[in-house]
């Protein structure tokens, strides 16, 4: 008779060939879309039990893809195993194969009753402490900053009366904490509202589902996942982009829920005077709601995302090491947890306690990254990729504002961000004199001092938020 871990160890394979068995029905794509590691399959007395994380997936599950999920389970199981289905969300990652317990191989399955999970051999393993897993994105879990708070305060309106400011749309560079805002309003309205019409999609599963539906799924399915909701939150906007079809039904969905006074949350990596390819349709709506910037996280804000990464390390991290990630690494949340998790596994294969001199040497080629050299040309990348221009705009004579602020702006950042001479800077902006760089530097100085504007697109901008984006784009490279 097999022991208990031969046991589970036995489920897991006959759940991972249910997912390859389901897989090689549906596509990879539409598996991870609508399976990947949100579902779970659990084996019980009676046969396969379907975890969803939510009511609409579940839905989905059970009107698009019972058909297949009955074919993988009689191909694996006997014919007709019970299937049934049920709502369970999970509070920590846990791998989507994980089974209670079976008793047979893949073709001749014998299903006995579940083992207690705390009973498992493989729950009484750990000596060393384990790593911790991600846990959903709330409210609580996100570090407020001065740059985040205007989105922070509205985030928080929004959990306590969804539909008070709709749409709201989040922007910034990426890993500033754009999605993390998003999910969190999903999360809470979801538990702490009790709303259970939250969706919550990336622009790709948007599209995807979209055109799935056109292609023979059916479209008043799909309008009823979208706009029959409370709350619907769709992350990157900006990649819609030339997607005409997608557009237009992207515009009727806002339309549908904005009438019904529901709430809408929508991000993308720049504000919408920016985003002119998606429409000016499209962009009224949005601009018609709450407009929130995201700023790069400041020193205070990536010590606090650092201090939050930490605890999930096997070694304790010293606040010194803390405080060199935070201080070297810009404001991508991103590169901070990258970071903790290097120390993590440095540690670990060294067998050494997390210090000073380790988190140096090991993070050397992370920092080096962030004090790129920053020349000229790409000065002049940046702003015409910010101002929308062509490289030519900022070396002719042309002194209209659409050209010359620019300009002027080009010379102020190479003064600040390299070590060329007046000279060299004015010769390689199609200037005469070195003179033209003194005054464009004075000039750009006092509009920063003024909080004056200079015109972005179709828009004003503040000068300081024109900077902003455009060393964005420098640290980007």
Same mark, same amino acid.
């Given at each position: ?30 598996? *991870?879309?609508w ?5 779970r ?5 009676? !046969?396969? #039990? ?8 579940? *839905?989905?599950?059970?009107k ?9 389970a009689?191909h ?16 920590k990652k846990?791998?989507?194969?994980r ?6 191989s ?5 299903l ?9 051999? #493989? ?14 994105k709330?409210?609580?879990?996100f ?21 008070r ?5 989040l ?32 622009? +790709?599963?948007?599209t ?10 059916? %479209? ?7 706009? +029959? ?8 906007i ?16 806002? *339309?549908?829920?904005?009438?019904? !006074? ?7 990596d720049?504000?919408?005077?920016? %985003?002119?390819?998606l ?7 949005v601009s ?28 304790p ?10 201080g070297?690494?810009?404001?991508d ?7 903790i998790?290097?120390?993590d ?12 001199? #380790? ?8 920092f ?20 929308? #221009?062509?490289?030519r ?7 209209t ?10 010379m ?43 015109q972005?697109?179709?828009a004003?901008?503040?000068?300081? *938020?024109a900077?902003r984006?455009?060393?964005?784009r420098?640290?980007?490279?």
């Amino acid at each position: 008779m097999k022991d208990e871990q031969e046991v589970t160890r036995d489920a897991q394979e006959v759940v991972a060939a249910l997912r390859k068995q389901l897989t090689d029905q549906i596509g990879q794509e539409r598996f *991870d879309l609508w399976f990947g590691e949100q579902v779970r399959f659990e084996l019980t007395s009676s !046969g396969l #039990l379907v975890c969803a994380p939510d009511q609409f997936v579940l *839905d989905r599950l059970r009107k698009q893809f019972r058909g297949e999920i009955a074919v993988a389970a009689d191909h694996l199981f006997e014919p007709g195993t019970s299937v049934d289905y049920d709502v369970r969300e999970i509070e920590k990652k846990q791998p989507s194969h994980r089974c209670k317990t079976t008793n047979a191989s893949p073709r001749q399955l014998s299903l006995l009753p579940e083992l207690p999970v705390e009973e498992s051999p #493989l729950s009484e393993r750990p000596t060393r402490p384990k790593r911790s897993t991600t846990a959903a994105k709330t409210l609580d879990s996100f570090v407020h900053g001065a740059g985040n708070r205007v989105a922070v305060t509205a985030a928080q309106s929004i959990c306590e009366r969804p539909g008070r400011m709709t749409p709201l749309f989040l922007y910034g560079p990426p890993g500033c904490g754009k999605t993390h805002l998003a999910e969190a309003i999903c999360q809470t309205t979801r538990q702490s509202l009790g709303v259970r019409r939250v969706v919550s999609l990336s622009s +790709e599963q948007f599209t995807s589902m979209f055109l799935e539906a056109l292609q023979g799924s059916g %479209l008043p399915s799909f309008r009823r996942k979208c706009r +029959e909701v409370d709350v619907l939150a769709i992350d990157d906007i900006q990649f819609f982009a030339g997607k005409r079809a997608t557009l237009v039904e992207l515009q009727h969905t806002i *339309d549908s829920l904005m009438r019904k !006074g529901k709430q809408l949350v929508l991000t993308a990596d720049r504000p919408p005077s920016d %985003l002119t390819n998606l429409g000016p349709e499209l962009i009224t709506r949005v601009s018609g709601g709450l407009v929130c910037a995201i700023e790069p996280a400041d020193f205070e804000t990536r010590l606090g995302i650092a201090r939050g990464f930490a605890p999930r390390c096997r070694r304790p991290i010293p606040d010194e090491v803390l405080r060199l990630v935070a201080g070297e690494l810009g404001g991508d949340a991103r590169q901070v947890e990258g970071a903790i998790n290097r120390l993590d596994a440095t540690s670990e294969a060294h067998g050494r306690a997390i210090t000073l001199e #380790l988190a140096k040497a090991s993070l050397q080629d992370l920092f080096r990254a962030m004090h790129r050299i920053v020349r000229l040309p790409d000065i002049e990348r940046a702003i015409c990729e910010t101002f929308g #221009l062509e490289a030519r705009s900022l070396h002719d004579g042309r002194k209209t504002k659409a050209s010359s602020h620019p300009r002027m702006l080009a010379m102020w950042l190479a003064r600040k961000y390299t070590r060329a001479a007046f000279s060299e800077i004015s010769e390689y902006f199609g200037r005469r004199s070195h003179s033209t760089v003194i005054s464009a530097e004075r000039k750009v100085s006092g509009w920063v001092a003024d909080r004056a504007t200079v015109q972005l697109g179709q828009a004003a901008c503040n000068v300081e *938020d024109a900077i902003r984006r455009i060393e964005t784009r420098l640290r980007m490279g």
